[in-house]
């Protein structure tokens, strides 16, 4: 059986094995998407005014019927499951980043102090290849677009939390190539956050390099 995998993170994409799916509508990838990260049964009425909020609402449904299919049809397992005029996404039908990242916040939170915290951490930075659904906008759903800035903000300060403690078990294990890679990530994902910035001249200083932190 194919192994079906999303990535919402960076660019969004959907591989069976290790091809790319083609051919996606635009509003098909963000149906995706949103029962990803939503992850329960949705409405079919909340999901056809969320995707096509200027439409009637039988145009609407007739839509969202056409983006279904073209999941059913175009992805293998079948990952989303239809019931009682509720739509989900079946967990055991395909991988996505964003649900694994979820999955290892939670641990970190349970078990804050757990040994396997370090390679937890790691995992977590890994799985952020970029921003979530990097350059994807939907122009004629404003709601959508409000839902997708507010979770790009709370994986972003999620995903800070965590390449902040990775940074400084680099720099206390010495591992002045990774810190300082981890330290300018920080800087990447708030500019503006000075501590970040202070954090990167210490290293850079502390490893030997004055120079390069003092510019």
């Known amino acids: 059986m194919s192994e079906l995998r ?3 993170f960076g660019t969004p994409e959907i591989r069976s094995d290790s091809d790319l799916v083609t051919g996606l509508r635009h509003k098909t990838i963000a149906l995706f998407a949103y029962l990803a990260v939503e992850c329960r049964p949705i409405g079919r009425d909340t999901l056809a005014t969320l995707l096509w909020p200027h439409s009637g609402q039988s145009r609407a449904r007739a839509n969202l019927r056409s983006c279904i ?37 939670s641990h970190l939170k349970a078990e804050p102090d757990t040994s396997h915290k370090e390679g937890m951490l790691r995992a977590i930075e890994q799985l952020c290849r970029g921003c979530f659904m990097e350059g994807f906008t939907l122009p004629d759903c404003p709601d ?4 997708e800035f507010l979770n790009e903000e709370l994986f972003r300060r999620q995903l800070t939390a965590v390449v902040h403690d990775l940074t400084r078990i680099s720099a206390s294990q010495q591992d002045w190539a990774e810190a300082l890679r981890l330290g300018r990530r920080l800087i990447e994902l708030d500019p503006l ?16 390099q004055p120079t390069a932190a003092i510019r």
């Open 6 to 8: 999303a990535t919402l």
């Open 69 to 105: 299919f073209q999941i059913s049809d175009k992805l293998r397992p079948v990952p989303i499951t239809s019931r009682n005029d509720f739509v989900e996404l079946n967990p055991n039908a395909c991988r996505v980043d964003v649900c694994e990242f979820r999955s290892l916040i």
């Open 144 to 147: 959508f677009d409000t839902w």
């Open 193 to 208: 956050e000075e501590s970040s910035h202070r954090l990167v001249m210490q290293i850079l200083a502390t490893s030997g």
